[in-house]
């Protein structure tokens, strides 16, 4: 049984810093790519970052530069180091894992459906 819990988020000022992990347990880590998506009121789920066994790791245009998706699998974890965070990063953070291929970085940004297996999500509220 495939299960992902988020933690980490929390209430930050614009320009700070937080750093979200998922740990994820019934994963096969070198069959399933990791991915972050968020989802903000009123507003459809949209993809973040994923990674896959082989290191890679892809960003949407829109946090690129400011969030690093990293893992570590001795301890069954996928993190995602969000800095110089703004208001509009405020959202409901999830991270969702795939065995699709398609899943995987080289073909992202990836539409949340073809993930299989999500968290419960965790807040990200970015304001002064």
């Known amino acids: 049984q495939v299960q992902l819990v988020e933690s980490g988020g929390g209430l930050v000022q614009p320009g700070g810093s937080l750093r979200l992990s998922c740990v994820y347990s019934?994963?096969?880590?070198?069959?399933?790519?990791i991915g972050w998506f968020r989802q903000a009121p009123g507003k459809e789920r949209e993809y973040i970052s994923s990674?896959?066994?082989?290191?890679?790791?892809y960003y949407v245009d829109s946090v690129k530069g400011r969030f690093t998706i990293s893992r570590d699998n001795a301890k069954n974890t996928v993190y995602l180091q969000m800095s110089s965070l703004r208001p509009e990063d405020t959202a409901v953070y999830y991270c969702?894992?795939?065995?699709?291929?398609?899943?995987?970085?080289?073909?992202?940004?990836?539409?949340?459906?073809?993930?299989?297996?999500w968290g419960q999500g965790t807040q990200v509220t970015v304001s002064s």
């Open positions: 969702a894992a795939t065995t699709d291929s398609y899943g995987r970085p080289f073909y992202a940004p990836s539409p949340p459906s073809l993930y299989e297996y």
């Open positions: 019934g994963v096969f880590v070198d069959d399933y790519a």
């Open positions: 990674t896959s066994s082989d290191g890679s790791a």
